[in-house]
């Protein structure tokens, strides 16, 4: 049986992890392809499960205890825009792009459970309701999402304005706070020494050659798409936009261009993270693989 580690960087929220060996030696390896050297992560736990669905349900009491500590510190943030709204219209902030870290490690539940059970996921200009058609937003959560800038509380719903509350002062009414009452903004990652110059186009065009040269990319890359070299605030530092999907990376254009593979994993509905692989081809998970299929067909390109 597979074996999970929970491994600890010193820096952000431990990840369950695999342990995996390439020629420069082992590495962790989690669920969305993020590596971390070996030598740079720390076991706190290891659980036997079948897969990883199986692994939130065999977790002993004490390790999903610890999850929660750390989620409380490091994931949940009370003053976001961002985060999981549950039917009772408590809402849950996180950073961005940590949703699926807080479902799992504070919450307890996969993303596909907390979906059917009525939570709402909040992005920054939209918000994701259940698949399970039928299902409505309650009233309390439409209280909330009103607050957060939401006027129309049917998914995907636009939001009227962006604002964050003062971290200044206490987090607003609807935000969960964790048992010990005191909410912390999550720790931040280690600022950069020198600011580094945002990489141009051409720097991408590796990239995007072997994801469009890739049997599952080919379609999408056959579209119209347009290039965000540089996010800002936030875990992705680049991302190309299509008419249906996003697909970015926490890696530089450099990285994946030397990388060995490159491995594609669904973070939501309509995106999609690529990452270095250490294994030769373009691979998918298959929540990515779904998202791929699931998209509309391209309409024909104009004549000349």
């Known amino acids: 049986m597979p074996e ?6 010193g820096v952000r929220m431990p990840r369950w992890c695999e342990l995996g060996h390439a020629e420069g030696g082992p590495f962790w390896i989690d669920f969305k392809a993020r590596r971390t050297p070996y030598d740079e992560g720390r076991p706190l736990a290891v659980v036997e499960a079948e897969n990883p669905a199986a692994l939130l349900r065999r977790r002993p009491p004490e390790i999903a205890a610890l999850e929660r500590e ?18 009772e219209g408590r809402f ?11 479902a799992h490690a504070l919450l307890g539940k996969h993303v596909g ?3 059917d059970a009525g939570w709402i996921r909040v992005h920054a200009d939209s918000f994701r309701s259940s698949l399970v058609y039928g299902r409505g937003t309650s009233a309390r959560q439409a209280d909330t999402l009103a607050a957060l800038g939401f006027p129309d509380a049917h998914a995907p719903g636009g939001r009227r304005s962006r604002h964050e509350p003062d971290r200044d002062r206490p987090p607003p009414r609807y935000a969960y706070r964790s048992a010990a009452g005191e909410a912390v903004p999550p720790r931040a990652l280690p600022a950069p020494e020198a600011a580094e ?6 720097s991408f065009g590796p990239v995007a050659s072997r994801l469009a040269e890739s049997d599952l990319f080919a379609t999408l890359f056959s579209q119209e798409r347009s290039l965000v070299a540089d996010i800002g605030p936030g875990r992705w530092l680049w ?9 970015g990376s926490e890696n530089t254009p450099a990285d994946l261009a030397a ?4 491995h594609v994993h669904a973070v939501a509905f309509d995106q999609l993270e690529v990452s270095a692989w250490p294994y030769e081809g373009v691979h998918a998970s298959d929540a990515a693989r779904r998202l791929l299929a699931a998209l509309p067909s391209p309409a024909p390109r104009p004549g000349p």
């Open 4 to 9: 999970y580690f929970l491994v600890d960087d």
């Open 70 to 87: 750390h989620a409380s510190r490091l994931l949940l943030d009370p003053w976001s825009d961002q985060g999981w709204l549950s039917p």
């Open 92 to 102: 849950y902030g996180c950073a961005f792009f940590a949703h699926d870290d807080l």
């Open 113 to 115: 459970e907390l979906e």
């Open 197 to 202: 110059a945002v990489p141009g186009e051409e």
């Open 239 to 247: 991302m190309f936009t299509f008419p249906d999907v996003s697909i």
């Open 259 to 262: 990388a060995a593979g490159l």
